[in-house]
C-alpha cells in the first residue's frame, strides 16, 4: 500500500477526535504512571482502545501511542520508553520485535505537491525478529523486514530487507544479519 490521502484511507472524524481525547486522558492517568514492571497492565488498556497485544509484548509506560486501535504488537515485542508512536496509520510490531528508546514510528506526513498540503498515511511494518535501535526514524510505509537491525539514530525512509543491517541518515545497507530461528 503506498501513502495515501486520509480522505481516501479513513478521514479523522470527530469520533476519532473524541476517542483520542479520551485515550489521552487515560493515557495520562491510567498508562504512563504505571510502574515499568506493570506490562500486562497497559496491555489490557490499551485492547480497551482497540490494540491488538499479544500475550508477552512489553510495552513501557513512556511509549507514547497516538491511536492505540492502529497498534498491533505480536507476542514478546517491546515498545520501549520515549518511543513516539505517531500511529496516524495502521503500525505493526512483529514476533520478538523491538523498538528501542526515543525511536519515532511516523506513520503520517503531509503531500507538499499540493498546495494545501494534506496528511498522507501509510502503514509501518516492523516484522518478528526486527531490532530497532535507541533514536531512529522510521518513515510511513517503511518494512523493517524480518531480523534486521536498524542502527541508532538512523533515518529509514524505504524498506529494508530481512536479515539486514542498516545504519545512517538515510539508512545504508551495512551488512548481512545471520539468520536463525527460535524453533
Not at 137 to 152: K, L, Q
Request: charged share 15%.
Amino acid at each position: 500500500m503506498g501513502h495515501l490521502p486520509l480522505s481516501e484511507m479513513e478521514a479523522i472524524t470527530t469520533a476519532q477526535r473524541a476517542r483520542r481525547f479520551i485515550w489521552g486522558i487515560a493515557s495520562a492517568l491510567f498508562y504512563r504512571p504505571s510502574p515499568r514492571a506493570f506490562h500486562a497492565w497497559r496491555r489490557m488498556l490499551l485492547r480497551t482502545f482497540g490494540a491488538t497485544v499479544e500475550k508477552g509484548a512489553h510495552p513501557y509506560p513512556r511509549a507514547r501511542i497516538w491511536a492505540p486501535w492502529n497498534l498491533h504488537m505480536g507476542p514478546h515485542s517491546c515498545l520501549s520508553d520515549d518511543v513516539d508512536c505517531y500511529s496516524v496509520a495502521k503500525i505493526t510490531i512483529g514476533v520478538h520485535a523491538t523498538v528501542s528508546q526515543h525511536s519515532y514510528l511516523c506513520s503520517a506526513s503531509h503531500d507538499y505537491t499540493k498546495i494545501a498540503m494534506p496528511m498522507i498515511a501509510a502503514p509501518i511494518i516492523i516484522d518478528d525478529e526486527a531490532w530497532v535501535a535507541a533514536a531512529v526514524f522510521i518513515g510511513p510505509g517503511v518494512t523493517v523486514g524480518r531480523g534486521a537491525v536498524v542502527g541508532a539514530r538512523s533515518t529509514v525512509i524505504s524498506d529494508v530487507p530481512p536479515w539486514q543491517v542498516v545504519a545512517g541518515s538515510p539508512a545504508r545497507n551495512v551488512r548481512t544479519r545471520p539468520e536463525f530461528s527460535r524453533e
